[in-house]
């Protein structure tokens, strides 16, 4: 009897399964006739996905026009997938079609407008291939209010740092596009301090997250153009300390010092800038810099400060570190290499900067 039931459940099992299995197939089969678009549809998306996947692996494979075609074959297919709209924009981007890509992220931030890199990548397109200014500056805004929430759930996401490092790149960028705006209005010096001061905020915003060379570089470029020279010496030297071997805070810094009739300070910054330059090969450049040079070093023999600057380049060269000879040739002991990077880490006259401020402040416009 127990063997006879065993075997009445397995068969109803069995039979259970074969039923449930051809209602199934019979459901899938008849929903085919009735929505046959549904079904087209769900089978374009998975087709996209695959084109997708190509274009991913052949822009990886450093094949654009490869990874372009099959990005193009998923749209075809699936039009609104919105990581192939970004790709396909940003390697439009590689190949310098702007208007393209700006087509192509304008079709994904329809579909997703919180989307915050594609629309800084948009408004960095904007601003600096097409010099539209205005509308730069408004997606760079709109980019910030519209940022997804951060989430944080433990060991599983947390995605508070990828949002504020996003945030900082477009108040950078946005900087940047108040100063491109600035130099439009070159004759009407009202508008062009007022665009000014704009870029000087949006740098301060990124600052308090990005706390990088290019920041205080550019932040120091705003300040010089307005004038405000203290505050620029400190912004160009937070950027020396940061990239030391950098020759632009450098240079900029040496026509800030010159510009302050502070000449043998100058002179120090450019014999930096010119002996980084020298070391890239870039000699037009270095010709350049040690033309100024020459001009600052007149000025010093003027004022009799040109002895008194060479004796204390001596000194540092003498105190700074060693040199040996090994096997006949010269070579830099990790001594002087250590102490020549920690010279052009300090920027001349530091102190000065940090310790007085500009007469004239920056009047708020509205």
Known sequence: MKRFLNKFLEFCKNTTVRVISLLLILCLIAGYFIFPDFYKTQWHKIQSYYYVYKGDKGYKQGKPQVAINNYEKALQLHPKHVKARYNLANLYVAYEDYYSALENYEK??????????ARIDYAIVLSEATFNYDKAIKEYDTAIEKAPAWMYIPFIIDNKKTYKFNKGVAYYNQGLAWRGKSLLYGEEPYKTRKYLINAVDSYEKALKILKEYDVYYNLGIANQLLKRNYAAGRNYCKAIE?????????????????????YSMSAEEFIKAGLLLDA???????????????EVSQKLALDNEYEDMVQKLNDEEINGGKVTYIGGKLVITEEFDKAMFKNFKTCANKEMFFTEEDIETIDEIN
Not at 253 to 262: C, E, G, Q, R, T
């Open 280 to 294: 890239k090969g870039d000699s037009n450049k270095t010709r350049y810099i040690y033309d100024v040079l020459n």
């Open 108 to 117: 994904a931030l329809e579909l997703r407008p919180n989307f915050m890199t």
């Open 242 to 262: 940061k990239e030391p071997m950098n020759y632009e805070a450098h240079y900029n810094l040496a026509i800030l010092l010159k510009s302050m009739k502070k």
